[in-house]
Each structure stands twice: as structure tokens, then as C-alpha cells.
């Protein structure tokens, strides 16, 4: 079972935005929220997504938190790779339309991958102050370089212009003295794209994918708020180093 398609409800969500409020993906997802808030006052049908609770946050507890963090972004790679084509170990759930997404989901698995092994290990008494050299030396190696994080910037672009449509708004005569405006999706956003950003949000586990466009908030305010790249960029590095 796919995810539902997201054309129609970003393309509206995107156009309904005036210029100066497309800046912000937290000021996206609040107008989102209060809009799905407003529909189910008026009795509308609405999805939502299950959220897990950490609820004892406490130091006996913080080995479980860590293997249950590393788990979940585990699981978030292999959501991931069954992006990917079959040769590469993938199913190749869902059609590329741009052409330039797969780059940018091996490049969020391979680097996924290698922070969340940082992350396990370094949940050892040995492993911590190892981890913690690295990372310190690599982040001042990268800043010397000017590259920390330059890479990832693009390819989160790159996801969020794939996965937005091209649409437009237009005046519909539905009597002789009355008009309606209407979105017409011109071109449709690539479903790859798109899929990869709600599985890196949190929104989509492609094995029970939630069939309401509404469960998808923070795909929608990623790819529609101008700063949502930020916000996938964060998704790319799973871990704490």
C-alpha cells in the first residue's frame, strides 16, 4: 500500500501562503495545524498520526532511551533504502520523476548510517570519548574546509524542489454572476521525493503508510515553507556528533 498522493494539498497549501509567510517551516506548520484544528470544529474528517512518548527520562534509564534511539533511526534507514532501486538492496517503492532524487536518499542513508553507529557506540564507557574526539576533530576539520554541512544543504534543496508541484491558481465560473478559485496542479511533485522527506519527518513507515494527506504535516510544511530545507537537512544526520 502507497502513501496517499500529496499534490493537491501542497500545491493549496503552498499557493494559500502569501510570500511572506512561506519563509518559515515552524510558521507553515502552526497555519497547518490550526487549519486542521478549525476543520474538525466543523466536524470534518481529519488523520493523525500515532506519536510515542518517551516518559522516564531518567540516568538508569538513559542506556534503553539510547538503544531505542538508535533503533528508531535504524529503522528510519531501512524506510530509506527500500527507496532505492532493487540492485541496490531497495524495493524502488515509489516512481523518480525528476531524476536527481536518488542521489540525495544514498547520500541521507550513508550518512545516516555511519551517526547512528556513532550513537551506539558511543553509549559505551569506552566509546564515548572516542566518539567525542572524532566528531570534534572532523567538525573543525569541515569548518577549516568550509564544507560542514554544505553537502547535505543541497541535497536537501534538491528533495524539496523535487517534491514540490507546479501549480497555479485560477478564477472558475460556477454560475453567470459567480466565481471560484481553483488550484490546478500543472505538474505533479516526484513521489520519490516526496516519500523520502515523510519518511525522513518521521510521517511515513512504508510498510503501514497512513492513507490521510493530513497525517503528512511536516512533509507538507518542509516542502512548502522556504526554509524546510533547514528542517530535512536536520533529518539527514540522525545522531548527536
Sequence with gaps: MAMPALDDVLAATYLALAQNQRGDYEMVLRALKAA??????????VG?????????????????????????????????????????GGKNLYTCSCGRCLGAIRFAINNREVNVAKKAISATVVGMPFVMLYSAGRNVYKWSKGTKGVEREAHSRQLQTSALPLARTRKVRTAPQR????????RAGCPKAQAAIAIL?????????????LAYQKTIAAVTAMSGWQEIKKTMYAGPF
Excluded at 466565481?179 to 500543472?186: A, D, P, S
Aim: proline letters at 6%; aromatic letters at 6%; glycine letters at 4%.
Design 48 to 88: 493523525a498520526t500515532a506519536l510515542t512518548h518517551v516518559n522516564y527520562l531518567t540516568t538508569v534509564l538513559t542506556p534503553w532511551i539510547t538503544a531505542y534511539s538508535v533503533a528508531s533511526g535504524a529503522q528510519t534507514t531501512m524506510d530509506l533504502y527500500d527507496l532505492l532501486p532493487t540492485r541496490e
Design 201 to 213: 519527518m518521521g510521517e511515513l513507515a512504508v510498510d503501514t503508510p497512513n492513507q490521510s494527506p
Design 179 to 186: 466565481f471560484e478559485t481553483r488550484t490546478e496542479v500543472l
Design 36 to 45: 486542521i484544528k478549525a476543520a474538525a470544529l466543523q466536524g470534518l474528517s
